[in-house]
C-alpha cells in the first residue's frame, strides 16, 4: 500500500492532467457528471476534486499572468504550489484585515462628523 505522500502527489498529478482539468471545467460549466456515484463521494474523490478546483484556479492565474513567476512548470512542484497557496492565503488574510479597518476608520470619522446633539423640551397639554 501506498504511503499518503505518493497517494497525494498521485491524485495531484491527476488533477492537474489537461484530460482531468477539461472535465473538471465541463463538469462545471454544463454539469457532467465526474463520477459513477453523485452522492455519498469518497474521501479520494473528495481530495481529487479539491485538488482539481485548486489547479483550476491556479491556471486561471496563469492565464491572466497575474504573477510573473507562476506558470506551468511551477505546478510541477509540489512544494512551491503549497507555498504559492500559503502565500496568497496570508495576502487575502492582510487585505481583508486592511478593509475591516479601513471601515472601521470610516465608521469612526462618521461617528465624529455628526456634530452636538440638540434636546428640545416637549411640553404636552
Not at 496563469?62 to 512548470?73: A, T
Request: hydrophobic share 30%; proline share 1%; charged share 25%.
Amino acid at each position: 500500500m501506498q504511503n499518503n505522500y505518493t497517494l497525494e502527489h498521485s491524485i495531484r498529478n491527476l488533477a492537474k492532467s489537461a484530460y482531468w482539468q477539461s472535465l473538471y471545467k465541463a463538469s462545471k460549466e454544463n454539469g457532467i457528471q465526474l463520477f459513477n456515484n453523485n452522492v455519498n463521494l469518497s474521501g479520494l474523490q473528495i481530495i481529487h476534486l479539491y485538488w482539481c478546483e485548486i489547479y483550476s484556479y491556479l491556471y486561471d492565474l496563469i492565464s491572466k499572468k497575474e504573477y510573473p513567476f507562476l506558470d506551468e512548470e511551477y505546478l510541477e512542484n509540489d512544494c512551491r504550489v503549497d507555498a504559492f497557496l500559503y502565500y496568497r492565503k496570508r495576502q487575502n488574510e492582510l487585505e481583508s484585515a486592511k478593509i475591516k479597518e479601513e471601515h472601521l476608520q470610516q465608521k469612526n470619522k462618521f461617528k465624529k462628523k455628526s456634530g452636538k446633539q440638540t434636546y428640545f423640551n416637549v411640553e404636552f397639554a
